[in-house]
């Protein structure tokens, strides 16, 4: 398993804007992580041996790769990232250790790639998410690649550019600094940052952008106060609707000002939920609560027992078929045969949803009605 700095590049959201996430996270037990990020640590690999031997994503179509199996959308996604990085000149670097301890005590990370040429240094970033698109925008963690690489290339280097390719949402983003100015915010804003986390009595500052990953999130006392005074402390009587006549309900100033807000909250709920669950399946005390066995379905005991049974006893309809997606079309007729599927195919309008100003998708006509049709009195 790869070490990890405490005062990590990829943590940085956090600790950069709240000092005390380091100690509030200590007695926290590590993440057991997810299929989701199983499947990031397999495409950051294949991306690696990829650029390496110059072979193409495709060639290990059907090899086992950190314990997931190579297919062939995850070899389309990933030879978007290996031919950006190819596009680069100069000596390059894979997945290279950066070390920034000079301005935070310890801290060090992964860069994917880092390219150097006629004073440029590129930084580039893969990222194989899809939940949120990130911006390369004054982004901590790759400016702190990009510092770890100006302790190693600096001599070289003028303008340090920094870019996230998010394959899977035909994202790259760039953002370029120059070197010196790079140094000047490690010394305004990383060593400050740094040396606050290791004051015995840190601050803490709830935020979006320092909660979202926080281990601590659960039991957060200055987060759950936050939260608290955010909405809760509003209103009289918990027990009683939110929404009851008028004129006592939400208006739609005060909804527009609580819905930015409603991502953190649910996140920190279900954070605590979470928590709640573990120190009762620890054998903790939870006063009030216990652990029960939740709803199941039944399954076969052995499905080819049954389906021989079945059809016995049922014949043609023991078995239902359902129509592959056209992405399973695609899929299975790869990328040189998908175009004899695409006039079979439409892309529906979707349902409408919540979304900021800032948000790049153009306003829809409030005409919504039909979208609601499925409402009933």
Partial sequence: MAAHAILSASGSSKWMNCSGSILAESGMPADEGSD???EGTAAHELAEMCLISQRPPESYIGVEVEGWIVDEEMAD???KYVDYCNMHTGKKYYELRVDYSRWAHGGFGTADCVAVDDG???IIDLKYGTGIKVSAQKNSQLMLYGLGALEMFGDEVDVVTMTIVQTRLDHIDTYSIRAKDLLKWAEDEVRPAALATMNPDPTFNPSPTACR??????VCRALAKHNYNLTLSNFDNLEEPLLVQVPHTLTADEISKLVPKMDALIGWARGVQQHAQRILFDGGILDGYKLVQGRSQRKWVNEKDAETHLIKLLGDESRSSKLISPAQAEKLLGKARAAEVTELCF??????????ESDPRP????DVATYFADIKE
């Fill in 347 to 356: 892309k529906p309008e979707g349902k409408p949803s919540l979304a900021p």
């Fill in 120 to 122: 440029v240094l590129n």
């Fill in 36 to 38: 989701f990020a199983r």
């Fill in 77 to 79: 996604h990933v030879s």
């Fill in 213 to 218: 990953w926080c281990r601590a999130k659960p």
């Fill in 363 to 366: 306003a829809i006509k409030p």
